[in-house]
């Protein structure tokens, strides 16, 4: 069993930048995939970045494509969101999650495939 402890939230003014971080305790080994969701009122949970435990290969929604990063430490339990030129339409329950299995190709990972979720931290962006 895996817990996702998620930190980093807060509220920031349209433009600004806010940096999340997962801690996956124990450490994470062999094939896995880890992603950030995010979840608006009212509207479906949604996949914005990924990165493929084993190589680091990255993918990103449309939405966040050039405003958002997705990164590891370096013990590789360890996952950030670096978020910039945020927009209030970012406002969401930002939430870590790991599948064990690897990312897909050209897809954001489907929440049902998730076999762990963090907390969740919530980030407000105004105008």
């Known amino acids: 069993q895996v817990q996702l402890v998620e930190s980093g939230g807060g509220s920031v003014q349209a433009g600004g930048s806010l940096r999340l971080s997962c801690v996956a305790s124990?450490?994470?080994?062999?094939?896995?995939?880890m992603a950030w969701f995010r979840q608006a009122p009212g509207k479906e949970r949604e996949g914005v970045a990924q990165?493929?435990?084993?190589?680091?290969?990255?993918y990103y929604a449309d939405s966040v494509k050039g405003r958002f990063i997705i990164s590891q430490g370096n013990a590789k339990n360890t996952l950030f969101l670096q978020m910039n030129s945020l927009k209030p339409d970012d406002t969401a329950m930002y939430y870590c999650a790991l599948s064990f299995a690897k990312c897909p190709s050209g897809v954001v990972l489907g929440r049902t495939t998730v076999h762990y979720w963090g907390q969740g931290a919530q980030v407000t962006v105004s105008s």
């Open positions: 124990p450490y994470i080994y062999g094939t896995y995939c």
């Open positions: 990165i493929y435990g084993g190589g680091g290969a990255t």
